[in-house]
């Protein structure tokens, strides 16, 4: 079954998590375009404008309940009135620099949270599949050549890293002391950088680029060299929708933790991004590198995503270039006041149309 069956998802109750944010309004229209029945649950959306309220996403939702995965109670009422299939979690704080900040806040929402949802869906009794969003910076970066393995350590230099690998430790303790023997699979996934259309938020390379060439203004570039993991969000969302087919086909075989990341040749350096965003942008559009002192970030970061192209069948299909192209489109609709609904719904159709790439590993 390739990812995003209709004859699986048609009809079928689907829990998500952080539905508001960038990546859960794109999973979120994904779903809905195979027919599915969504309920999300998060916080108002985290940045204005948002993918969320320019997509419409809440037009074809069975309900959006707004409220803060650190509220139990909450989370509890919200699964059982939804009684999902799957759930699928996705609320984080999701950046670096924002947990140097707010370290408490990035704890409290990314381990706790994770409790919370997990513990709702073991008290509701008969989610059939869940699966744990988290991220690449889960693992203890040694900043190696060669991609990071499921197997291997856990770690994170920051708080926003650490807080995922707590999340994965939750995951792996639920599943071995709740979950194991129950009707309930659990699987948590890992990916890199995603871009994508609808993407406004603060600290992030491919957002602070378009807002910058949009006003007119060079970007300030902080890493030039930073090497990381670029996809287009659709590429791990693929996976994440072949992940839970498995886990509903199949169960506890696939409870498990995966990666999805892109094809090595697409690991690029900052300074490739933006200097091809120019190019695509066009306008005028430039860069400078910021000299300022920077808060520590990973430097070389890669994925082997070997066991999801083996077992799952999961492969990517757009290009890093195909994917920049994809978000100066979305974007350019956007300030033209064109149907970005429309475009999400068009870029998941040719994209679900295009082969998968099994080269450049």
């Not at 779903?31 to 108002?44: C, D, T």
């Not at 350096?269 to 005028?284: N, T």
Request: charged letters at 25%.
């Amino acid at each position: 079954m390739a990812e995003g069956g209709s004859d699986v998802w048609a009809g079928r109750r689907i829990f998500v998590t952080g539905h508001t944010g960038f990546k859960g309004s794109w999973l979120t229209l994904w779903l809905q375009s195979l027919g599915a029945e969504v309920h999300g649950f998060a916080l108002p959306p985290p940045t204005d404008p948002s993918l969320f309220e320019a997509a419409r996403v809440e037009d074809g939702m069975a309900s959006s309940t707004i409220a803060d995965v650190r509220d139990l109670d909450a989370v509890e009422a919200a699964m059982r009135a939804c009684r999902p299939s799957v759930v699928f979690h996705l609320a984080a704080q999701p950046l670096v620099r924002r947990s140097y900040r707010d370290p408490v806040e990035t704890y409290a929402t990314n381990v706790l949270g994770t409790v919370d949802v997990l513990e709702a869906a073991r008290r509701l009794g008969d989610v059939a599949a869940i699966v744990n969003v988290t991220t690449d910076k889960c693992y203890d970066n040694r900043e190696w050549l060669w991609g990071y393995r499921e197997i291997d350590p856990l770690g994170g230099h920051d708080p926003y890293s650490s807080s995922k690998a707590c999340s994965e430790l939750v995951t792996a303790a639920y599943r071995d002391s709740f979950l194991r023997a129950g009707p309930t699979a659990l699987a948590s996934a890992r990916a890199g950088n995603v871009i994508g259309g609808g993407d406004w938020a603060a600290d992030r390379l491919i957002p602070d680029l378009l807002a910058a060439f949009a006003a007119g203004r060079s970007v300030a570039i902080r890493n030039p060299a930073s090497l990381r993991p670029w996809q287009h969000v659709l590429e791990p969302l693929s996976g994440y929708l072949r992940l839970a087919e498995k886990l509903l086909e199949e169960g506890s075989a696939w409870a498990e933790a995966w990666n999805f990341g892109p094809r090595d040749d697409d690991a690029r350096p900052v300074e490739w991004i933006v200097r091809r965003m120019v190019e695509l942008w066009g306008d005028g559009a430039s860069w400078h590198i910021d000299g300022d002192a920077q808060p520590h970030e990973a430097g070389l970061l890669k994925l082997d995503v070997s066991k999801a192209a083996t077992r799952l069948g999961w492969h990517p299909r757009w290009s890093l270039d195909e994917a920049l192209e994809a978000v100066v489109v979305w974007h350019r609709a956007f300030r033209a006041g064109g149907d970005v609904r429309a475009v999400c719904l068009d870029q998941i159709r040719r994209f679900t149309a295009t082969p998968p790439s099994r080269t450049g590993r």
